[in-house]
């Protein structure tokens, strides 16, 4: 389940160890305990405390804004990934952990460099797709393990919401980072700094609307002629027409 084993960061502010004693006090499953070594020994070796805990976060993050109900590790577009982390620069609880968040710079050559070494690390998948409705290419990443993905959710639900008991906590975080990155991403596209065939476009917003309790503003999305054109030009009809039954289920889902 990891790719390579280094010796733990002694000075860490807050090593994961100690994370998973939290989570380990409001839950009893023992699925958690092999998840717990394999970020430990992925997150030791990185010795700047700033930037090892602003990983840990990326990563938490990762896990709570890109899920869906038909992929347990779904794949994300690089440009996806640099958008959570720009995303996360500006956020509340970057300024309530009081964490800087500034080595995790944004430049999209950057955001390559932080995805590959995580790739290194163990935690992500990497694969490089040809765009269908471009000659380009982009890469793609993923958690590397399933167990990973349910302790990034239990790690960030705990770090950032800890008064929240239960199933109340994850739901907070949730609905609270997706709005966070569609919000972001709103405003980059007014300023023309993404534009709307963006791989996140097609692949997450609606599904981040949706998550984020935006349900007006996701239902006009998904009536709208122009995205589903989009997304059949961008994946395919095939696989265009089964993201987009998706995103239609997971918006009937809030009303039930």
């Known amino acids: ?127 490089l797709v040809k765009m269908s409705n471009k000659d380009e290419q982009e890469y793609y990443f993923r958690t590397h393990h399933d167990l990973m993905c349910d302790y990034g959710k239990m790690l960030y639900s705990k770090v950032t919401a800890p008064a929240l008991l239960g199933c109340s906590v994850l739901n907070y975080v949730t609905e609270r980072w997706n709005r966070m990155i569609v919000l972001h991403f709103i405003s980059e596209v007014q300023s023309k700094k993404y534009m709307k065939h963006d791989p996140y476009y097609v ?5 981040n609307m949706i998550n984020a309790g935006l349900l007006e503003e996701a239902s006009n999305m998904l009536k709208n002629e122009d995205f589903i054109t989009e997304q059949m030009k961008a994946i395919g ?3 265009g027409t089964l993201s987009f039954i998706l995103f239609l289920r997971s918006f009937e889902k809030k009303f039930h």
Do not use: Y
Request: net charge negative.
């Open 1 to 127: 389940l990891i790719k390579s084993h280094r010796n733990f960061n002694d000075g860490a502010e807050m090593s994961l160890r100690e994370i998973a004693e939290i989570v380990f006090s409001a839950t009893d499953s023992p699925s958690t305990a092999p998840v717990i070594d394999i970020l430990d020994c992925s997150f030791s070796f990185i010795k700047d405390r700033a930037a090892a805990s602003e990983m840990k976060l990326l990563f938490s993050a990762f896990t709570v804004v890109f899920q869906r109900d038909d992929a347990l590790r779904p794949w994300v577009s690089l440009s996806s990934l640099k958008l959570l982390m720009m995303a996360l620069q500006g956020s509340d609880e970057i300024k309530q952990l009081r964490l800087p968040f500034g080595r995790l710079k944004c430049e999209t050559n950057k955001a390559l460099d932080i995805a590959n070494l995580m790739f290194s690390m163990g935690i992500f998948d990497k694969k």
């Open 237 to 239: 009809i095939v696989e």
């Open 203 to 207: 692949d997450w917003l609606p599904l």
